[in-house]
């Protein structure tokens, strides 16, 4: 059966949720061979295991931490030498794109960006897309070399498949451009105990109607209630209310969660496209007019102040 | 000293529009207005910062790939300040993917001159975000990408990477590739004064025979990748919508333990 490399996003050994849903993806199309790098490389090996991975090659060097992105796509394309795959998965952070793309140039390969599907197929996988915000889904194939296809976050299940696992070393040689842009300071960010924005079930957001940076608290202590994570609007990330981290839509986050809740949110095409493929969409919002409201599956039209905390309450008392 | 800076960008269709594809399932571009992206916007804004932060001599050059209109987006960056142009036009472009745009731009960069590319973060349309990490791998130099704050010092670009979980402090010599996002800062609006002028900036046309490039090497039938199948997505299904009348609160939630989320 043929190997597919899965490119392996954690940090310091602890395996992202998105990776998990690679090897799902990559045992319909072969056998998930994946590729773990810098420190706690090695530490991956158990949970793709469990996961479905035949091998894990691992290298570790102090060049992932100190330059950016080159040393990587060098790793990868060792072990793409090394594997003669039928095809790459990496995810689709801004980040495993880069590498895909330089790594799919340099092997003469074509690449194919955020799939939200992937299915084996008689010319190779076949990969859906969610394109024009997400108002067509179209379906794709590689037609040259071998295909390198990242997938957003939250496309496929986790599905526990174990397997060996295998633990192997990597030999990788640094090109002369591995070291060209050079990483002089890190700062982590500030962790807020909630689920990773694009990698959550469920994504409680506020827009313009949560009316200022004070207000998105009611936002938090819905999310929380949910365990969900917290999204805000453009118009409420330009307000300067909440973190640009935190953004959906064109130009921020893309999610596409089990639930998503849109609070105060008018629904403009540049926030729909970062939140139409969820799969149960809720709002609130005062404006019965409001665009949202044509993607909603439950709306309420009423004032976020008296329904957002009368709902967070509920939920309290619910889950008791 | 001088600086050459040399902005990549892109006509798109318009978002607000009715986007669509036409019947060889690339993006149909006759049918909704076209404009200067959105997101090179601000690559055009941070050279101009640039330029207006640096003693040395600079020069901007702004260089779309696409069809004839897409010099509108060229003279959008002209009237907000950059220097010159270079329009890329060519019958057998249509239909060429990410790959074969970056083999494009990369050879023109390289014409044109540069010790500083600035690109936005991505396209509004095929929104790959790609291409800058390319024309890195292809100009060999290096990429300084996603920056949402960006600055020039002695031959050292400098630069802040915000990423999911940290923030991070890139910097390299030039020649290098950068990249910006649209936390860089707000694009200015071109002045009367600039409209003006850009009409007089020279536009300069190249094809492919001026970049050496030959049409087996781009295109729809040489793109790398092929789109199958293009559907519209189901419009959703009309859901529930109740008016708050002191309760909504309350059945917004039995809607939820309805759909198993409590």
Redesign the interface.
Known sequence: MAEVLVYVDH?DGAVRKPTLELLTLARRIGEPVAVALGGGAADTAGVLAEHGAVKVLTHDASEYAEY???PK?DALQAAVEAVSPAAVLVSS???G??I???L???IG??????AVDLEAGDEGP?ATQ????????????????TPVITVKPNSAAVEPAPAAGAVEQLSVSFSE?AT??????????ESTGRP?L?EAA?VVSGGRGVNGAENFALIEALADS?GAAVGASRAAVDAGWYP??QQVG??GKSVSP??YIANGISGA??HR?GM?TSK???A?NKD?EAPI???????????LF??????????KT??G | MSLRIVVTVKYVPD??GD???AED?TVDRDDVDGLLS??DEYAVEQALQISENSDDDVEITVLTVGPEDAKDALRKALSMGADKAVHIEDDDLHGT???GT?LVLAKAIEKAGYDLVISG?SS??G????V???L???L???????L?EVSVEDGTVKGR?????????????LP?VVSV???SGEARYPSFKGIMAAKKKPVQSWDLSDLDIDADEVGLEN???????????PA?TA??????E????????E???S?K??
């Open positions: 940090v950016l992105v080159v796509v952070s801004t980040e794109k880069e895909a793309a330089r799919a140039l340099r390969s074509g690449i194919i960006t955020d076949v969610s394109v024009f915000a997400a108002s067509y889904s179209t379906k794709s194939r590689v037609t040259k070399g451009q060209g842009t050079r990483i002089t300071g890190r700062t982590a960010r990773e694009t469920i949910l640009h981290t064109q130009t089990q639930l095409i540049q496209a139409q149960t969409i809720v609130v019965a409201f044509d993607l909603v599956d439950y709306g309420v039209v009423g004032d008296e329904v957002v905390p009368q709902l967070t309450e509920e939920i619910r889950k | 978002a607000t986007r669509h594809f399932l959105e997101l993917d990410a790959i970056s973060m509004t349309d929104s790959m975000g790609v800058p990490a390319l890195a791998e292809r060999g130099v290096p990429q300084v990408t996603l949402s990477r915000d990423g999911d979980a940290a923030s991070e402090q890139l910097e390299a010599a290098a996002t649209d936390q793109a790398w990748t092929k789109v199958d199948s293009a559907a519209e997505r959703r859901g529930t919508i109740v008016k708050d002191g309760e909504g609160g309350r059945q917004l939630a809607f939820l333990a759909q989320f409590i």
